[in-house]
């Protein structure tokens, strides 16, 4: 019978050849030299695109609670204008669009393609189906105001032009006008794009064969989005 002595001296024997065949995982590999995911992806990860999602939209909404007024009355009114998520959205996507671009400021044509970045509003999907689209967008916006230089960059959130800032406030005045409950829409904005006839956004819808009559029909479907339109 083995003695204590060699039980334990086997055992050791054992544990010895365990390790040269099967080493441990390399120090290298650990949780402080792993990059450490951004939230919005470590959200994707653990629970899904549904829950990425809703983070995205929270942080869309925190960025931009309220687009800006020239009359800060009316946002902090009694009856304070809510711009629906398509609306905010598309107004994110032309500051986008306007670095995208290189130009110093956001103006009407910057609106005009963040519409058709957000690409799911009632505006956008009438712009499409008269063949507006934002590659023909892009090419008109270059040819009314130039292109800019190749080495130029633009702020992170380049200032909206007077003009734009027009369109933004027609959009309000319109919604208050029609008494009516609901937001603000991005119908609310193409239609207020279009209103102001010596900006770029109205050349290039002009040149693109926007007009009159598809305004018209616009309009009618802004205030029905309004009042579906997604918290």
């Known amino acids: ?113 963040g519409i058709l970045v957000e690409g799911t509003s009632g505006a956008a999907k009438l712009l499409r189906a008269n063949g507006i689209t934002l590659l023909k967008v892009r090419e008109e916006a270059a040819n009314v105001l130039g292109k800019s230089e190749m080495f130029y960059f633009s702020p992170m959130h380049p200032p909206l032009t007077e003009a734009a800032q027009r369109a933004l406030d027609w959009a309000v005045n319109e919604k208050l006008k029609s008494g009516e409950d609901g937001e603000v829409t991005a119908n609310h904005l193409l239609l207020g794009i279009w209103s102001d006839k010596v900006s770029a956004g109205h050349k290039i819808l002009e040149s693109l064969g926007f007009d009159d009559e598809k305004a018209s029909l616009l309009a009618k479907t802004a205030d029905q989005e309004a009042a579906m339109s997604p918290r």
Request: hydrophobic share 40%.
């Open 1 to 113: 019978m083995a003695t204590a002595a060699q039980v334990a001296a086997t055992f050791l024997s054992f544990l010895s050849s365990s390790s040269t065949h099967h080493p441990a995982p390399s120090s290298s590999v650990s949780l402080g030299t792993n990059p450490v995911l951004p939230v919005s992806l470590r959200a994707a990860v653990t629970g899904g695109p549904r829950l990425a999602s809703r983070l995205r939209g929270r942080r869309v909404g925190a960025a931009v609670a309220q687009l800006p007024t020239a009359h800060p009355e009316v946002a902090s009114g009694e009856k304070k204008i809510r711009w629906s998520s398509r609306a905010v959205r598309s107004f994110a996507m032309a500051e986008l669009e306007a670095r995208k671009m290189r130009y110093p400021t956001t103006g009407t044509e910057g609106l005009l393609m």
